[in-house]
């Protein structure tokens, strides 16, 4: 079975029928609607602050210039912060669906990854580093390099290693942070596996103590996709019920967004950039999480039985593509629209946030189309597998 099924697309047709047989006939329709929904999310997330703003969405808004539109953009942002957890979650559902000779199978599942995570995370950041050496050649004094994070003017083989892995940050494709540590979750799943057997509370505790703690056992980016995989592979093998009614969801809802809202305006109270309030601020978001993943997942619950839901079902297999594609679409969308902003009002502002998140899918999606009609292996490989619709 795919990890990157497993975290963005869903799985091979063998392996999809194989996970379909051992769960509830909504939890496939659920799983596709959630990677759509998410991702989305991500990309609304990667648009970062407004062009006209000094103030990072991530410490809230800014209670001086524009407080309606940058409440809004940090406000998303902050709520799909449960987005990488709950994807990782679900990875870990499917990853530890482990029939007979579960050992074998995670071993198989673990040379499939290669194929799935490893090879799309080598070819997406190479073609991010095309992208940005072209632009360099034919703008070299443009502000937008400064977005790629990667030194065109001398670029070395450590360096573009560094950009294509991670080594000593994100990746030049940030958003790949998270596929790049699913893949390393993946290679000590043996582990988690003998955890998850003979001590998953233990293990819950010490992973859960170092995911807010933020220690990354040297190897890791961060510990979100390592810690909220686990607890997925110990809701599979502990066969908790994912069912989490409507009235339930609602209230995790409401009771979610009410803390990222409040967080969102932090600004008002004290300085959220200075210590000890960053790391306060930064230690209450990390616990609202999963919050956040049980409040998604009822959500998702809920759409699938929707129309809406079905049409985003029908195209969980353009979930993984979007991931990979948006960066670096949108920062090239968000700057060019943002030359027919008539006004630097907040409504206008807003606007333009949509808009940018709303061009940039679409981008990806006729990308994405052509591909498929082109070579559908192409797409396949780009897509983890999958199919474009």
């Known amino acids: 079975m795919s990890i990157l099924q497993s975290a963005l697309s869903s799985e091979r047709p063998v392996a999809q029928a194989e996970a379909s047989r051992s769960m509830p006939a909504s939890l496939p329709t659920t799983i596709e609607v959630a990677r759509v929904v998410l991702v989305i999310g991500l990309v609304f997330l990667h648009y970062f ?14 209670p001086d210039s524009h407080p309606f539109a940058t409440f809004v953009n940090s406000f998303i942002l902050l709520f799909f912060f449960s987005a990488v957890p709950l994807l990782s979650t679900i990875s870990g559902w499917l990853f530890f669906g482990l029939a007979d000779h579960p050992l074998q199978t995670i071993i198989r599942r673990m040379r499939n990854r290669i194929g799935s995570l490893l090879f799309p995370l080598i070819t997406w950041n190479l073609a991010t580093i095309a992208v940005g050496l072209t632009l360099y050649a ?12 990667f030194d065109f003017a001398e670029p070395s083989l450590f360096g573009v290693l560094d950009a294509v892995f991670g080594i000593t940050g994100l990746p030049i494709a940030f958003q790949f942070w998270f596929v790049r540590d699913l893949f390393l979750s993946v290679l000590v ?58 009235r339930t969801a609602k209230i995790l809802l409401v009771a979610y967004a009410v803390l990222m809202a409040l967080r969102a305006l932090a600004p008002l109270w004290f300085d959220p950039t200075t210590p000890p309030h960053e790391d306060m601020l930064d230690l209450a978001t ?44 949108i920062i090239f969308v968000k700057y060019l629209l943002w030359r027919l902003v008539p006004e630097e009002t907040d409504i206008w502002m807003l606007a333009h946030y949509a808009a940018s998140v709303a061009v940039t899918i679409s981008i990806a999606a006729v990308c994405a189309a052509v591909i498929y009609r082109l070579s559908p292996a192409l797409y396949a490989f780009l897509a983890g597998g999958r199919r474009f619709g």
């Open 49 to 62: 602050s407004f062009p006209n703003s000094r103030v990072s969405p991530f410490t809230g808004f800014d």
């Open 138 to 149: 034919l703008a070299p004094t443009t502000g937008l390099l400064g977005e790629f994070r």
């Open 189 to 246: 799943s043996p582990l988690l596996w003998l955890v998850l057997r003979h001590a998953p509370l233990a293990g819950v505790v010490v992973l859960g103590a170092s995911w807010v703690l933020d220690l990354t056992f040297g190897i890791f980016i961060r510990t979100d996709v390592l810690f909220f995989f686990f607890l997925g592979g110990f809701a599979r093998m502990r066969q908790v019920s994912l069912n989490i009614s409507w």
């Open 286 to 329: 990390r616990l609202a999480r999963p919050l956040g993943v049980a409040a998604c997942w009822g959500l998702c619950l809920r759409l699938a039985t929707t129309q809406l839901g079905g049409f985003f079902a029908r195209y969980g297999g353009f979930a993984f593509f979007l991931h990979a594609a948006h960066f670096p679409i």
